[in-house]
Structures are given as structure tokens and as C-alpha cells.
């Protein structure tokens, strides 16, 4: 019901960016023309200028350096490794520590900059973190991971550098990468958010530019999978429509935010439902010698952050981050923003780490955001509300130095409701969906050697809801969802990792998953190989049967075909929707800073929910799939009856940050398809056939003693427009509404989607601190790419609809 609105909000969130931006700038010169002719100046002009333009200090030049510290444990088993010798490489002196009994290292007086660090262990394979980036306002600390050798001692030799963008999970071999935090503060219009910085990789697309929600291999939105600490979460999304996988602003910020996995396919057995992607965040430690903040100040919000340890010399510490939108924010104070509304966000996160001797590691985290908008039209009223909140609790315990378990105890709740009352034409539509979700999951990781792992755990999941919908219309009411309850998901996984030998290395499993409500159940086998043909160049096969959840709306859909018959619930007995995914790649490490990749895909989909045929009140029924699902309520009744396939090929060619620049080309040549219920194959709402990316980066070091960065970035995006379903238009005019050709339905692809993206960023590092200006413009052209067509029944026309246009991101950090 809300697709057109929630597009509508989004827009006017971004315009009102653009007017915010533009206002600023007005107020500062007004500001600075009052200081010019009197000393006073107003409580406004201030709090602008707070936000927006921070004094530097002019402090006399001096060669800055900072700490670099962390801990080196085992990939597999996480033990951590004694005397592993860690040096930065390039330094005069050269700097280096080794690792005491609990793996710590620390290095000091390294100078500010790019440096290159090398980790070298007795037994293990040798890692180099290259252009690790060295502020004086942070420490930096890192946490490197060490795979054990298969070679006897007389046999190890030097490798050349592991590949950067390798995912964290040893047990991942095909359509998985890391990406860092630099990484999504770096690429051109991400704002630091990890979903639009996915949009770069290959086989990611994008529907809406006013929101981060992400098209994976032509698979619908909802197939996403988000994960925190280890465990499922609601999507963590601002804005986030009930089944939506994204919104208009993350609510994860870059101050929390540790290295995490992405994944596009085949994933490893520990991940469940999920059908397309997954993102696997992770949350940082904060710093447990030194108390150190950060201030942002930018169109997204205000935020503030603080980690330190709760007293010296232990080794507990705390990390919290809170912002606010900076709209809202205006407008409290009392600036006008344009516009019929102000779109107002919040949200907060914390981990609490509490190390032990005995008893494992223990950690507490949360992560929670507000957002609503009211929006005041001529015939009414809305009002949205959208509420996420999950907190947990972790402990990792060591039950030797090769095994260890890992239990994690969750409780979410997620709030999603909106209202549109428009009484002059006697309409109103009215959704509230509150789910509170307790989670526990424990995982049990063993490795026998050298060889062999085995990973193995379970996850119950106890789902509460209170679902409701109804629509107005002529004083006719249809209840869409109106249950109140509690059901369970069940899961358990197995998974082996074994290295056959250098060159080969396979891992196999399975995943099962079990939904209470009607006994529905999927048994889905993994699998694994990767074949290093040579130290440089591998070859990956990966195989996967997954399958993913339907909004809990889905299930409880009421129907009635008229007024005069009670209402059914025909979805309850819908199967698991599944996904079987087929992965064919190969890697080759051109040099030690240059890769391509190339992988082909085939994905069949199966027990689909699909509308059902004869007797339905609209000829739209027959075509539906849920595979063209993004967002909202689908009442209409489903069978499980309906197949899909989506079948590709990606290329990668990467050059990784070294010597001050990057470049990255992804191309993905890819079809989406579906069969209904009248047995033709239609292309999905996904179907854009192609994408190109290409990314540009490099830095300049700056200052007397170049101690500073001058960034410039830039993304061009090239895909196949959105699809959209033929409009008849002498039908339409005789009507006076649209009337589409629902046999040919996504048969039009709109246009060709083109857009470039820009990031300047600089940062100034400072005795005691580092600050950061930055710029992202989105759509720096301003190009108008078509988002969809309707017919105007003022016009009798069909007319287009466009996606956002320039949008400027200002944004301002200081580290100390």
C-alpha cells in the first residue's frame, strides 16, 4: 500500500538534503556579514556555524606519529599466537614488536600516513596489511588472522601477499569478499554505508536511488539476509518498510563498524534463511588503554562517539555511538526547512567488551534506530513510524587450544506502522506490525589440525507478532492482517573444512531449517572446493541450496472476494521458499597489488509463492510471483507453485590501494526469470541484464611534511533500466485509470541507467587530533534516469517518473 508514498518521503528526505546544503551556505555569509558590523550574533548563526565550520587551531609543525597494536590469533581455532613477529615495514629505524602469551603486540612512534605492516609466524603462513592508514587522533588496532601451513618446517617459504577483500569466514571460497570501514568511508557516494558501497561490487544493483536497498543477482531485496555479532537482526534500516531489506539511511554507523563478509551466493552452511546475500557486520572493540572520540557533523545527522576502558590497566572496555538527523535538528532550533515535511531519524549503538581469565570472552552490544515523517497533503495526513531495536549478549569460550564455543542471546523488536486518512474523498489506510524476536545461537568450532575443521551449531529463534492492516474506501472497510502471536524457527548446521594440501581445499555441509507456524521444513546441502593451481591463480566451484522466510504478513493475509463472505487465511500453508545456487569462478593475483576474477552463475528457484488462477477479481493474479517482491502487505492468496532461474556471468579486475591510488572494474552480463502459474517465463522486476561499474581513487599527501590526505573519488555506474509492466493506453483513457497488459508483464526495461558519483575528502592530522572534511555528490552530472511510467488521468498521458537528481552529501569529522 505504501510504495508510491514511501518513494515520495524518500524524495523529499534527499531534496531537503540539497536545501540544506544550499541554506547553509546562505546563513554562513549572512553570518560572516553581521560579524563585519557588530560583535553579537545570533543564537541561529551559531549553532550553523557548530555544525558546520569547526575552528582549526594553528599549531607549529612537528613530526606527528601514532601506536599501532592488536592481537595475532589462528584463522581456525582463534587461539592466540605467541612470538609472532609484527613489523612496519619502510621506517627508519625499522619498527617492530613480537607477541606475548596472549597474542598482543604493540608498536609505537610509527609516523602518520600509509604504512605497510608485516605479520610472520613460526608454522603459519606470513600476511602483509598493506596502505593501512595511520591518523594521529586514533590508535590504531588491529586484529590479524594467521592460516597454519601444511609445509613441514624445512619446506615454508615467504608467500607473496594475500589477497586483499578475502572474507573473514575460512570456510567461504565463491561470491564472498570482505570490505573494510576505510573502504566504505572511501567509495564515491556510499556516505558510509555499507549497502550503497556494495553497490561497486559485481552483480549488485540498485532500484531507487533514494534508498540503500540492493538487487543481488536479480533476486528481489527480500532475500537479504542481515546479520550483527554473529546473528540474525531486523533490517537496520531508517525509513524500512514492513519486509524491506533496506531504507533511506543505514543506522549502522562507520564509528562502530570492524571488518565484515559480503556475500552474493553459495554461502557456507552456517548462514540461513537467506536466498540472494548476505551481510555479515561485525562491531569493533573499543579501546581498552586509551579514551579516544569522534564528532561528525553532516546532512545525514550529528553523531558522537566514545570508546576507552572502563579504568586503566584493565582490559574491559566500552564503545557507543549516538546520532541524530541534522534536519530535525535545524528545524528544532527554529530554521524552516522547505518542504511539507522534516524527516526526523535517531539511533545508537554500543559493545561493551569484558575479556576474562578463566571464564571466555564476554560481550554485551545493541544497536537501535528511531524514524518518522509526518507529511501534511491537501486531501490529509500521513503519518510513519519506523522503530528497530536488538540488543545481545556474547561469550566466546575456549575449551582448549583447539576448540572453542561460541552462545550469543538476542532480543529485537522491530516496530513498522503508518497512517494515511484522507476523509474529503473518504479514503484511509491504516498498518501497525510489532514483532519482538528472541534469538539464541550456539556454534562449536573444532580443528583437529592442520587439515581439518569442523564447525557445527544451532539457532532458535522465538517470533512474537501483533499484525495489522486495513484499508477505507467509500466507507467500506478491508482488513488486510489482523493477527496477534508467536511462532519458531528452527535451525541447526554442520559444516567440514578440509586441506587436502596446499593446493586444494574443500568444505562441505548442511543447513536445516524448521518454521513452527505450519511445519515447513528444508533440508539444504553446501559445498565448497578451491584448487590453487599455482601460488597466484585459483579456481573455485561452489554449490548451495538455501531458502528464505516470507514476511510473516505474507502468511497471515486475510482474502475475502466480496463483502458478503467471511474473510481466509489461504497462506498460512505456504512451503519455504528455496533457492538452489551453482558458482563456477576464477582468481588469478595478476601482481601483488592487481587481480581479476571471473565467475558464471546459475541459480534454479523452486516452491515460489505465486498467485493462483480462476475466479480472482483482477487479471493480475495469474502473473504474480513473490520473486518481484520489494515491500508491504501481499494479500491475495498464494500457492507454492511457482519457479524462477537467474543465470550470469561477472568480471572483476581490481587493482587494490597501493602507492596512493586504486581502480576497480566489475561488469555483470546476467538474466532474471519466472514462471507463474500460466506457465510462461516472464522476466522478473529485477531484470536490469546488465551492470558496469567503474572506480577510481587516489590520494596526495599533503602539508609541509606531508602528513596530510587530499582524496579524490569517483564511481560510474552504467545498468540496464527498471522494468515495468506495458500500460494500454486507449484502455486507460477509456477508463480513466491505468490499465496494463498484464500478459506481457516487466516485458519494458525503462531506459539505460547512467550515473557518476564523487567524493573529496581531506584530512588534517594535528599533535592531538585529526579532522576530516568531506564531500559526496551522488549523480554529480545531475542526469534524470526514469524510475517508472503511469498514466495521468488529468493529462490522458502516459508520463514519466524520474529518480533523484544532484544530491550533495557535506560531512565534517574530528578524531581525538
Not at 511462532?487 to 518454521?515: C, D, I, P
Request: net charge neutral.
Amino acid at each position: 500500500m505504501r510504495n508510491s508514498s514511501l518513494r515520495n518521503y524518500l524524495l523529499r528526505i534527499h531534496q531537503s538534503y540539497a536545501r540544506g546544503w544550499a541554506m547553509s551556505v546562505k546563513l554562513y555569509d549572512e553570518q560572516q556579514r553581521e560579524q563585519k558590523t557588530t560583535p553579537k550574533i545570533k543564537h541561529k548563526a551559531v549553532a550553523l556555524s557548530i555544525v558546520f565550520l569547526f575552528p582549526v587551531s594553528l599549531l607549529w609543525a612537528q613530526a606527528l606519529t601514532q601506536t599501532i597494536r592488536g592481537t595475532v590469533i589462528d584463522q581456525e581455532s582463534q587461539i592466540p599466537l605467541t612470538g609472532a613477529n609484527v613489523v612496519v615495514l619502510h621506517t627508519e629505524p625499522v619498527l617492530g614488536s613480537s607477541t606475548d602469551a596472549e597474542g598482543r603486540f604493540r608498536i609505537e612512534n610509527v609516523p602518520v600516513g600509509r604504512r605497510h605492516v608485516q605479520i610472520t609466524s613460526i608454522g603459519y603462513q606470513e600476511a602483509l596489511i598493506s596502505e593501512l592508514e595511520v591518523g594521529s587522533g586514533k590508535e590504531v588496532v588491529l586484529t590479524v588472522r594467521l592460516t597454519e601451513s601444511l609445509l613441514s618446517m624445512e619446506e615454508i617459504v615467504i608467500t607473496a601477499e594475500p589477497e586483499k577483500g578475502k572474507p573473514n569466514n575460512d570456510m567461504a571460497f565463491v561470491s564472498a569478499r570482505s570490505f573494510t570501514v576505510e573502504e566504505t568511508k572511501r567509495y564515491a557516494a556510499s556516505v558510509n554505508d555499507p549497502a550503497r558501497m556494495a553497490l561497486s561490487f559485481a552483480g549488485v544493483a540498485s532500484t531507487d536511488d533514494g534508498t540503500n536497498e540492493i538487487v543481488i543477482r536479480g533476486n528481489s531485496p527480500r532475500g537479504i539476509l542481515w546479520k550483527v555479532e554473529g546473528i540474525e537482526v531486523p533490517n537496520p534500516n531508517h525509513f524500512g518498510d514492513e519486509g524491506a531489506s533496506g531504507g533511506a539511511v543505514s543506522m549502522l554507523s562507520v564509528n562502530m563498524l570492524d571488518n565484515s563478509d559480503f556475500y552474493t551466493g553459495a554461502f557456507p552452511a552456517e548462514y540461513g534463511n537467506a536466498a540472494s546475500g548476505v551481510f555479515d557486520i561485525r562491531l569493533r572493540k573499543g579501546n581498552n588503554e586509551k579514551r579516544e572520540y569522534a564528532f561528525q557533523a553532516g546532512f545525514l545527522g550529528l553523531d558522537f562517539a566514545a570508546e576507552g576502558p572502563f579504568r586503566q590497566d584493565a582490559s574491559a572496555s566500552y564503545l557507543v555511538n549516538y546520532r541524530y538527523s541534522t534536519l530535525a535538528i535545524l528545524n528544532e532550533i527554529g530554521v524552516s526547512i522547505d518542504g511539507d515535511a522534516v524527516p526526523d531519524f535517531q539511533d545508537l549503538a554500543f559493545k561493551v567488551m569484558i575479556p576474562s581469565q578463566k571464564a571466555g570472552i564476554f560481550s554485551v552490544w545493541g544497536l537501535g534506530g528511531l524514524s518518522r515523517e509526518n507529511v501534511r497533503e491537501d486531501l490529509g495526513q500521513e503519518v510513519f513510524r519506523y522503530r528497530m531495536g536488538v540488543g545481545g549478549l556474547s561469550h566466546t569460550y575456549f575449551l582448549s587450544d583447539k576448540t572453542y564455543l561460541e552462545s550469543i542471546l538476542s532480543v529485537s523488536n522491530s516496530l513498522n506502522s503508518f497512517q494515511d486518512d484522507e476523509p474529503e474523498i473518504r479514503y484511509g489506510y491504516h498498518q501497525k506490525f510489532d514483532k519482538t524476536d528472541l534469538r539464541g545461537t550456539v556454534l562449536l568450532n573444532h580443528k583437529f589440525n592442520a587439515k581439518h575443521t569442523l564447525r557445527t551449531g544451532l539457532i532458535i529463534s522465538h517470533l512474537q507478532f501483533d499484525l495489522f492492516s486495513a484499508s477505507t474506501r467509500l466507507d467500506t472497510t478491508t482488513i488486510e492482517v489482523d493477527n496477534e502471536g508467536s511462532t519458531q524457527l528452527l535451525q541447526s548446521f554442520v559444516q567440514w573444512k578440509y586441506r587436502l594440501n596446499e593446493k586444494v581445499t574443500f568444505h562441505t555441509g548442511a543447513h536445516h531449517m524448521y518454521f513452527a507456524l505450519n511445519q515447513a521444513q528444508s533440508l539444504e546441502p553446501r559445498l565448497g572446493v578451491q584448487w590453487m593451481i599455482t601460488p597466484t591463480q585459483s579456481f573455485n566451484i561452489g554449490f548451495g541450496m538455501h531458502s528464505r522466510l516470507d514476511p510473516l504478513t505474507t502468511y497471515f493475509a486475510k482474502f475475502r472476494l466480496n463483502p458478503e463472505v467471511a474473510y481466509s487465511q489461504p497462506n498460512k500453508q505456504l512451503d519455504l521458499p528455496k533457492a538452489r545456487h551453482f558458482v563456477l569462478g576464477y582468481d588469478q593475483l595478476l601482481r601483488q597489488d592487481l587481480h581479476w576474477k571471473i565467475e558464471a552463475y546459475y541459480q534454479y528457484l523452486h516452491d515460489i509463492p505465486i498467485g493462483i488462477q480462476g475466479g480472482m477479481p483482477f487479471p493480475w493474479y495469474p502473473t504474480y510471483s513473490m520473486l518481484n517482491y520489494e515491500e508491504g502487505v501481499v494479500n491475495i492468496p498464494l500457492v507454492s507453485e511457482g519457479t524462477g532461474r537467474n543465470y550470469g556471468v561477472e568480471l572483476t579486475l581490481e587493482k587494490f590501494f597501493t602507492n596512493q591510488y586504486y581502480y576497480m572494474l566489475t561488469t555483470s552480463l546476467y538474466q532474471s526469470k519466472y514462471t507463474p502459474l500460466d506457465g510462461k517465463e516472464y522476466n522478473t522486476r529485477f531484470n536490469g541484464n546488465y551492470i558496469v561499474n567503474l572506480l577510481l581513487g587516489k590520494e596526495f599527501s599533503m602539508g609541509k611534511n606531508k602528513d596530510n590526505l587530499l582524496g579524490i573519488n569517483t564511481r560510474t555506474l552504467l545498468a540496464g533500466g527498471n522494468r515495468d509492466t506495458p500500460l494500454d493506453l486507449a484502455a486507460s483513457q477509456r477508463e480513466g485509470w491505468g490499465i496494463y497488459r498484464w500478459d506481457q508483464r516487466y516485458s519494458d526495461r525503462i531506459g539505460t541507467y547512467f550515473r557518476t558519483d564523487l567524493r573529496i575528502s581531506y584530512r588534517r592530522n594535528k599533535p592531538r587530533y585529526s579532522s576530516i572534511l568531506s564531500l559526496d555528490i551522488q549523480n554529480v552530472t545531475g542526469r534524470q534516469n526514469l524510475y517508472s511510467r503511469y498514466f495521468d488521468s488529468v493529462t490522458q498521458k502516459v508520463e514519466n517518473s524520474y529518480q533523484l537528481g544532484l544530491i550533495p552529501v557535506l560531512n565534517y569529522r574530528l578524531e581525538f
